[in-house]
């Protein structure tokens, strides 16, 4: 097996941590990013040695540029190489669209769309000196298709998901893939808060009428890094939820 060099960004967690545990069950060699769930990324790392795993765990804020060099660099020392970035760092907000603050709208879009551009612009230049790369931006179904009382969320989104394909094309001549994944409802902590009430009806609103796992999206994760012929596509994991 082709194993790998793969930075997974907010990989302390639901989706992001089942990615990184997927991916190192491959045998690939990760580099799990966290910023503030230290002791769900020591676990992580925990984990990993006890499988004989290579899961190695940095803290990085990816909203800032300076961290974000010192994470690549380490990176590069280390390993030589970055041969698969996954931009799966993000955090939700839910407000009526007159409540959003100036500083709400920094802090999400940050988040989750500038520490795409950050990130992606740092590793860039090595996946074309290489020849070779593949980058998995985790989105979101809100992304397409809108969210009542999130449209800051939803926005930040829908820029990976404008990003990924600007990218497919710009980056394609250097063999390099961009792909956005967008999950629908997913069975993580950034949806704990809702009432099992809500669940219940959510859950009947999709064709498939079950909640989605983080298994499933890093499923499409280990295919797309596996593909050679993918890019430029926002592949939409959600149980048929956002079927017109």
Not at 111 to 117: G, H, I, K, M, Q
Not at 157 to 175: H, M, R, V, W
Request: charged share 20%.
């Amino acid at each position: 097996m082709n194993t790998k060099i793969i930075l997974v960004t907010g990989a302390s967690r639901g989706i992001g941590r089942e990615i990184a545990y997927t991916l190192a069950k491959q045998g690939h060699t990760v580099i799990a990013n966290y910023n503030k769930s230290e002791d769900q990324a020591l676990s992580l790392k925990e984990q990993a040695n006890k499988e004989n795993l290579n899961i190695d765990i940095f803290k990085a804020d990816v909203s800032k540029r300076n961290e974000v060099k010192v994470m690549v660099n380490y990176i590069l020392n280390n390993y030589k190489k970055i041969d698969v970035l996954i931009n799966n760092a993000g955090i939700d907000q839910e407000k009526q669209f007159q409540d959003i603050t100036d500083e709400d709208w920094t802090n999400v879009i940050n988040v989750n769309l500038y520490s795409v551009f950050c990130v992606t612009q740092e590793i860039v230049p090595y996946m074309i000196s290489n020849k070779t790369g593949c980058i998995i931006n985790i989105s979101s179904i809100y992304g397409i298709i809108g969210g009542s009382c999130a449209a800051l969320y939803s926005a930040s989104k829908a820029g990976i998901d404008g990003l990924t394909k600007s990218l497919a094309k710009e980056l394609g001549p250097s063999n390099i893939r961009v792909n956005s994944i967008a999950p629908g409802y997913i069975d993580t902590d950034m949806n704990k808060h809702f009432s099992t009430e809500t669940v219940e009806e959510i859950k009947n609103e999709i064709p498939l009428n079950k909640i989605g796992t983080p298994q499933s999206i890093a499923k499409c994760v280990k295919w797309l890094i596996d593909d050679d012929y993918t890019t430029g596509q926002v592949i939409v994991i959600d149980g048929g939820w956002s079927i017109i």
